[in-house]
């Protein structure tokens, strides 16, 4: 007894202790061997092997795509020879993979400036074919006056680059013909660097347009049967003349997604805060203020074309509730570093009316450790459902950044669920037998549902791809923490961009998702939500093929214990030809096991007490008497009579 109450104490604390622990590990060498530096730019599965691959551009020039393998170095370098295609001094300032011709083969766009200073920029298309790139270019014949936001504006799953050039306009590229198209019914003015993104603000799951503005300011544009018209669903105004980028997610897990915004509150940057907007309501609620390290006050770098002030979000540690990492500055000294920023409950009287707010990590020695950080961000290595991170920092010298992989050791029983929408282009039968994933899908919105421990209902949302430009860094998939109930998910919704005019709905309800999945969603054909399909691909997590394992030793424990009580049972009863029965009283139903022993051809019933009434209705040949024992000898009928018998606790006599 006290062995085992031990062991369950030393279990628990191994479980609290791994709970709280947010180690990192250094897995740079592992994972990349010397080829860590470049600037990277985008993610997307280039090759349809399922795992995510990197794009990386290096010497401003170069595009190197890192493919996932599963021995080390598990990221190998692939350069793309795009010397033909860009003309000299040509700058590439950011990377989009993304099926742009609708065959469903992943193509690559780049983004570039004929020289930092000139804002005119260049698109080019790279065209994939067989997971190469091999197989021509296309130059947009107009230039935009910054990087263009890759979304889906007429619904047909089919990305679109959609940007100003001498207006806004939205360039379709199917079938390889640019065909350009004046977009929105009134004109912008695009504040540069811009964070606009595609994501669903209304909860109808078709993704709306949210556009930054000169001012700097908001614009709304919501995605009334597929068709853009402005509204005033988020504050128009920023909260101070400063701000960074803006980011959605579900910060509170309500299930809507809410603006969240970088701010500095003077123009030194000397003081820095993180606002939140709900949708549906006019004000900035401020999730984070504090930025006071003991002496030490740190602050957001004030951004630039080339670095912008950003968040880059993504749910650490698995509880429902999206975190955050982002680069400080020593207001004093010079350094700056990279910083975690966890989603805890909120505990002052400022951000109330969300709930919840950020805390920062201080003490995260590995995070402290990588010195001049300017860019970090979350990334799934080894595709295991938990988030690990990239750190990019500038060396004195180097031209190009030095990648730093941080591997999260995280191993708290937290469950997760991963989807990732396809464009349903094809579901099984694809041109030329190519496989439909890998080709990053801007515009799906994913829900769940799900029962608490506690009992209360949880949603978590999340937009797949909602923004590309100026390094947002987002996954191709969606990634939802589920927190420590390992119940099935209820309900997961997954919608999709609706085409002009079509007032249905395009989303889908799947029960019972099992946790730690991958559920690929193939949305074929899409305006028939109801064909559509779901693909699950398990992870089982360690604690899942331990209680797995655990199950399997019970189950096998328990038949032993039935097998030997059984067999115990069956040579106490049925050794021998003559069978006594010692039990004080005898019940039906082992009358009914003794019925069974084949070959029974007598039978003692031994009672002190009470008496039995065995009888059948042809044959009633025993004795019956009170007290001592009932024995009945000479029983050919004796298993039919026996199921017949009638045991009595009192004396009767016949
Ligand atoms: C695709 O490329 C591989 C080699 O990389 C080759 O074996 C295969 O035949 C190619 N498939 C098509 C359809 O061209
Ligand atoms: C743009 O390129 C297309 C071919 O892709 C061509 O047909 C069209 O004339 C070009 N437009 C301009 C304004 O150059
Ligand atoms: C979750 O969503 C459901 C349905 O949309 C809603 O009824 C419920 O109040 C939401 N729960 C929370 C915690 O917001
Ligand atoms: C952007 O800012 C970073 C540091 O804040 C600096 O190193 C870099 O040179 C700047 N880039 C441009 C184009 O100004
Ligand atoms: C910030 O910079 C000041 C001045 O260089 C230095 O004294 C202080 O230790 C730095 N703080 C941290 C946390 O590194
Ligand atoms: C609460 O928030 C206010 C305003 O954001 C801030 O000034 C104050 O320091 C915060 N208090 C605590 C204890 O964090």
Request: glycine fraction near 6%; hydrophobic fraction near 40%.
């Amino acid at each position: 007894m006290w062995t085992s109450r031990f062991n369950i104490l030393a279990f628990l604390s191994v479980f609290v202790a791994r709970y709280c622990t947010y180690a990192l590990r250094d897995v740079t060498t592992e994972l990349f061997g010397a080829e860590n530096y470049g600037t990277v730019a985008a993610f997307g599965d280039f090759n349809s092997d399922k795992q995510t691959d990197i794009f990386v551009i290096r010497e401003q020039s170069e595009l190197v795509i890192f493919l996932a393998d599963l021995k080390t170095p598990y990221f190998k370098p692939k350069v793309q020879n795009l010397k033909d295609a860009l003309p000299r001094d040509t700058v590439i300032t950011s990377v989009v993979p993304g099926d742009y011709d609708g065959d469903s083969q992943m193509d690559v766009l780049l983004t570039a400036q004929t020289s930092p200073k000139a804002a005119a920029t260049a698109v080019y298309i790279f065209w994939g074919n067989n997971q190469t790139l091999d197989m021509g270019w296309l130059r947009l014949n107009k230039t935009f006056t910054d990087q263009p936001l890759i979304m889906d504006y007429n619904g047909d799953m089919i990305p679109d680059i959609f940007g100003t050039t001498e207006h806004t306009e939205v360039c379709y590229l199917t079938k390889r013909d640019q065909k350009w198209k004046s977009a929105l019914s009134s004109p912008v003015k695009l504040r540069i660097p811009h964070s606009n993104a595609f994501i669903d603000l209304n909860k109808d799951f078709t993704a709306d347009l949210f556009l930054t503005t000169e001012g700097p300011a908001f614009e709304t544009w919501l995605s009334k049967d597929g068709d853009f018209t402005k509204a005033e669903v988020m504050p128009a105004k920023a909260p101070a003349s400063i701000v960074g980028q803006s980011s959605f997610v579900d910060f509170d897990g309500d299930g809507y997604q809410d603006h969240l915004l970088p701010a500095c509150l003077d123009s030194a940057c000397q003081r820095s805060a993180i606002y939140l907007a709900k949708p549906g309501s006019q004000e900035w609620v401020p999730v984070l203020s504090d930025f006071q390290q003991r002496e030490t006050v740190w602050s957001f770098v004030p951004g630039n074309l080339s670095q912008p002030l950003a968040l880059h979000l993504g749910d650490y540690n698995l509880d429902g509730f999206p975190d955050a990492l982002v680069i400080l500055r020593n207001t004093s000294g010079s350094g700056q570093q990279a910083f975690l920023l966890e989603n805890v409950p909120c505990n002052n009287v400022s951000c109330h009316s969300v709930g919840r707010m950020f805390h920062i990590h201080w003490d995260q020695s590995d995070l402290g450790a990588i010195q001049n950080a300017v860019i970090a961000t979350f990334f799934d290595i080894y595709e295991d459902g938990i988030l690990d991170m990239l750190v990019l920092s500038q060396a004195p010298g180097k031209n190009d950044l030095i990648i730093h992989a941080l591997k999260n050791n995280f191993e708290a029983d937290a469950y997760f669920v991963k989807v990732m929408v396809l464009s349903g282009l094809c579901s099984n039968r694809c041109p030329e037998d190519v496989k439909p994933f890998g080709v990053n899908q801007p515009g799906p919105y994913v829900m769940y549902t799900t029962m608490e421990s506690n009992g209360y209902l949880k949603n978590a949302s999340a937009g797949q791809l909602s923004q590309s430009a100026h390094f947002s860094l987002q996954l191709p998939y969606t990634l939802l923490g589920l927190g420590r109930s390992a119940n099935f998910l209820d309900h997961l919704f997954v919608g999709i961009p609706r085409t002009p005019g079509e007032t249905n709905m395009r989303m889908q309800e799947w029960t019972a998702i099992i946790p730690n999945s991958q559920l690929i969603v193939i949305p074929y054909p899409h305006n028939q939500p109801r064909s559509w399909s779901a693909k699950l691909h398990l992870t089982p997590s360690n604690s899942v093929l331990l209680t797995a394992i655990v199950l399997i030793g019970v189950c096998v424990f328990i038949l032993v214990i039935i097998g030997i009580l059984h067999w115990k049972e069956k040579s106490q009863g049925c050794v021998g030809r003559n069978t006594h029965i010692q039990n004080r009283t005898v019940w039906r139903h082992s009358l009914n096991f003794y019925r069974e022993c084949i070959g029974l051809e007598s039978l003692t019933v031994r009672s002190p007490t009470a008496a039995f009434l065995l009888c059948s209705e042809e044959n009633c040949t025993s004795s019956v008497r009170c007290g001592g024992d009932v024995q009945i000898l000479h029983a050919p009928k004796i298993s039919k009579w026996l199921s017949q018998a009638v045991v009595s606790s009192e004396c009767i006599r016949v």
